[in-house]
């Protein structure tokens, strides 16, 4: 009898496509051999980011905004160091990790591995404001380092084997608020209201240098009603902005002048954004999700909070300029979405 390590790809390729559409269960199946696990970041590769929700306790689900399926995932229980049971978390996702917020406590999560760090406790009073993550796009073991944290206008960092979070006390932009700040080129960038991009290094401590940029109007940017930035594929940082009309102009720094630049194409990428974060694809090969488009949270509040109030989920595509809704909705009382992205 041959062995399951003896298939050829494309059965094995056949046999997880039809037997199983939980994402969770898939990436288990990479770990029975080599050539399972080959197949099975091919497909994980090929898979739309899942809306990550925290539901209830310990159940997070996994939505699939694309076929409306969703599978529910276990949060391990969490503990002081006296043994004391810890609850009321808040979650975060970034590049395949939760972030797992307790009052004074933080935790990292992997769901697919169960991999579990704990982060330096005891984290200052200012810890109950809305917070950011984030983690570095190319993973390191144990623990994915370094991290940003982002507390209103404070930023502080953590590396493996540090023992406490490090303040970063000259913050570039003075008084002018950051809008946004993703993992880059092995290190982070921010974005302040101006469209000014600093980065930030860590050798020997953490410092960041501010470096004025050109190219995008203080007008056009204060009539934004979202600011983020992305990096594509090909190590390009885009900044995503949408009007109160709803439209998307997506601009590209070069380097070079620090002049952004408005993009009219994504060429085979597409963006994911929701609950802050933003996630960037390949779309070319994909008969799921269609390539230079942006796919995004809009909410719809209504005035009587009744139950039909929803979450919409739409799609920009930037070729023609529409938008358009999916057809699943979400029900209301979900304040916080975030892309997990099923990476291995």
């Not at 990550?52 to 503990?79: M, Q, Y």
């Not at 307790?102 to 009073?125: C, E, G, Q, V």
């Not at 493996?160 to 080129?185: A, C, H, M, N, Q």
């Not at 980065?199 to 056009?220: C, D, M, S, W």
């Amino acid at each position: 009898m041959a062995q399951v390590s003896d298939l050829p790809e494309e059965l094995i390729e056949t046999i997880l496509t039809h037997t199983t559409t939980d994402v969770v269960n898939l990436y288990n199946y990479g770990n029975v051999c080599r050539p399972w696990r080959s197949v099975v970041d091919k497909l994980l590769a090929s898979s739309p980011p899942h809306l990550l929700v925290h539901e209830e306790g310990n159940d997070i689900r996994l939505l699939n905004i694309f076929t409306g399926d969703s599978w529910v995932c276990k949060i391990p229980d969490f503990k002081t160091g006296d043994g004391q049971p810890l609850r009321f978390p808040r979650i975060y996702s970034r590049h395949g990790w939760l972030a797992i917020k307790f009052t004074h406590y933080i935790f990292l999560y992997n769901p697919l591995s169960r991999a579990r760090i704990r982060l330096p406790f005891r984290l200052p009073d200012h810890w109950q404001r809305e917070i950011k993550f984030v983690l570095p796009s190319k993973q390191t073991n144990p623990a994915p380092s370094p991290i940003a944290l982002v507390i209103g206008k404070k930023i502080m960092f953590w590396k493996s084997g540090d023992e406490e979070w490090t303040r970063l006390v000259d913050i570039p932009f003075g008084k002018i608020r950051l809008v946004d700040i993703i993992s880059y080129k092995g290190g982070f960038c921010a974005i302040d209201y101006l469209g000014n991009v600093a980065q930030f290094e860590f050798n020997p401590l953490p410092r960041a240098t501010k470096i004025p940029t050109a190219g995008i109007g203080v007008a056009f940017l204060s009539l934004s009603s979202i600011k983020c930035l992305v990096e594509s594929l090909s190590a390009d940082l885009l900044m995503v902005c949408r009007s109160w009309e709803g439209f998307f102009t997506v601009f590209k720094l070069d380097w070079e002048t620090m002049v952004w630049g408005e993009i009219t194409s994504l060429g085979d990428e597409a963006i994911f954004i929701a609950g802050g974060e933003s996630v960037c694809v390949r779309a070319g090969e994909s008969t799921v999700y269609k390539q230079n488009c942006i796919y995004f949270r809009d909410r719809q509040s209504r005035a009587d909070n009744s139950e039909q109030s929803r979450e919409d989920f739409r799609v920009y595509d930037m070729a023609n300029k529409t938008i358009h809704r999916f057809s699943h909705h979400f029900p209301r009382g979900f304040e916080r979405y975030s892309w997990f992205c099923l990476t291995t």
